[in-house]
Nanobody, 114 residues
């Protein structure tokens, strides 16, 4: 199992920014496709953004132009930069390793509210 540890989320005002990070264990992080998912109360978990081992990225429509996923293989870390946050971005955000063990982080709460 790949161990994934997300950074602490937090409370952000609408229009604000927040960067999440996810640190992975192991020596082959560079080979992992990584993703961020989120789950809002009463809703299904949904894919937010994905970055492949070759750094190709994709996003769900609702975050395009506002969120950026990136990775630093030297630090075994994937990031999610979230800008212009909206109340509908409120959710628990999960890091996921997509193509080896299908490992999940424990999640981190992001609340967007004034």
């Amino acid at each position: 199992q790949v161990q994934l540890v997300e950074s602490v989320g937090g409370l952000v005002q609408p229009g604000g920014s927040l960067r999440l990070s996810c640190a992975a264990s192991g020596s082959i992080f560079r080979l992992y496709d990584m993703a961020w998912y989120r789950q809002a109360p009463g809703k299904r978990r949904e894919l937010v953004a994905r970055i492949t081992s070759s750094t190709s990225t994709s996003y769900t429509d609702s975050v395009k132009g506002r969120f950026t996923i990136s990775r630093d293989n030297a630090k075994n870390t994937v990031y999610l930069q979230m800008n212009n946050l909206k109340s509908e971005d409120t959710a628990v955000y999960y890091c996921h390793e997509e193509n080896y063990r299908s490992s999940w982080g424990r999640g981190t709460q992001v609340i967007v509210s004034s």
